[in-house]
């Protein structure tokens, strides 16, 4: 197979080799199995019907390692989307103060970053979503596709990661979108991974993954006590005609 090109934030990273269907970058270490989910990993119970999420490209970040102060008691949507770049696209960051229901005792959610195009915006977290209270954001453009981003303990996987938790830990690309790609579709993936990348940026692993049906793009990493699930969606004719800006979309989601 020839080189492959991958652009993501704004830089071109060549993708080394290409070994049992997942590309490598950075020479980043990936193995797979066909083994199912075990160890490390508890079976969830309850299988939650996955909404569809969309996230943004990646024009410029604030640096890494932006200090976590302590969640405030601002509840609900609280803004946190940039100015318009010259491209009319917006970069959203967590704030520092927004809370959540993810449970009393846990540390604060360290903030993510992903960019939308301007036409995109936030919509309201009900608590009829499947995914429950573990579903932090929703955005959406009404002709374009959806996102939606999951943040959830880890100790609800693993009862041995603390609180400095990496994706690897918690288990290689295939086994993480066996067991946790049901989070966001609503059924088994089986068959329906077209794709499956390991990054790394800034010292942190994501596992990116493409699957159909549905049209779906799936980006999952760790950080602190807490697992990510970024994923960006859209109909057949939203996927046909706005696929490039949903991947790039979907490129940009990182963990500070």
């Known amino acids: 197979m020839g080189t492959t090109l991958f652009s993501s934030c704004s830089f071109l990273a060549q993708i080394s080799s290409v070994e ?17 989910v075990d160890g490390v990993m508890k079976r969830r119970s309850v299988l939650v019907s996955g909404a569809s999420l969309i996230s943004s490209a990646v024009l410029g970040f604030p640096a890494d390692g932006l200090a976590v ?32 229901g993810h449970g009393v005792g846990w540390s604060p959610i360290i903030p993510y970053l992903f960019s939308v195009p301007q036409e995109w915006d936030e919509v309201p977290v009900s608590i009829a979503d499947l995914g429950g209270t573990e579903i932090d954001l929703r955005f959406a453009s009404p002709k374009k596709g959806r996102l939606f981003v999951i ?63 549905p049209h ?15 994923s960006v969606t859209g109909n057949g004719l939203q996927w046909k005609r706005h696929y490039t800006d949903l991947k790039k979309i979907a490129d940009s989601f990182r963990v500070v």
Request: charged share 25%.
């Open 151 to 213: 943040v959830a303990p880890v100790l609800r996987f693993a009862d041995n990661l603390g609180d400095d938790a990496t994706i690897e830990k918690i288990g290689p690309p295939e086994k993480v979108i066996n067991a946790f790609g049901p989070e966001v579709i609503g059924e088994n993936v089986e068959g329906k991974v077209l794709s499956m990348n390991v990054e790394e940026h800034s010292g942190r692993t994501y596992y990116r993954y493409e699957l159909e049906p």
């Open 20 to 36: 049992n269907g997942i590309s490598r970058v950075k020479a980043v270490a990936c193995s797979t199995g066909s083994d199912s």
């Open 69 to 100: 102060v302590k969640q405030g008691l601002l509840a609900g949507r609280v803004p946190g989307l940039s100015e318009p770049d010259e491209q009319g696209w917006r970069t959203y960051r967590r704030p520092d103060d927004k809370s959540g």
């Open 216 to 230: 779906v793009l799936i980006t999952a990493t760790a950080a602190g006590n807490r697992l990510y699930l970024f």
